[in-house]
C-alpha cells in the first residue's frame, strides 16, 4: 500500500487490514514527489492510498472495501 500518514482514507485501509489480521507493507508518500508519481503512473490514479495484491492493483479504500464486502480481498489473499 502507498499511503500518506493522515490521509483518512490512508487510515480507513490500514485498520481495515489490521481488523483482519492482513501483514502489508505500507509506503509513504509523504513528501516524496517522484515516487507519488511513479504510483500515479502505474495505478492511473492521482489518489493515495493506492493498494496492490502483488502484482494486482486493487485501488484506493473504496475498491478494497468493496473487494472484502463481496468476499473477494481474503480468497485474493491466500490465493
Known amino acids: 500500500m502507498f499511503s500518506t500518514r493522515f490521509c483518512p482514507y ?34 492511473g490514479q492521482r489518489t493515495v492510498p493506492q493498494i496492490w495484491v502483488g502484482a494486482q492493483h486493487i485501488g484506493g ?3 478494497l472495501a468493496a473487494l472484502h464486502q463481496q468476499g473477494g480481498l481474503l480468497p485474493l489473499l491466500n490465493g
Open 61 to 63: 479504500y473504496t475498491e
Open 10 to 43: 490512508c487510515v480507513a485501509a490500514r485498520r481495515l487490514l489490521e481488523q483482519l489480521g492482513i501483514d502489508f507493507e505500507d509506503v509513504a508518500v509523504d513528501g516524496n514527489t517522484e515516487l507519488r508519481r511513479e504510483i500515479m503512473q502505474a495505478s
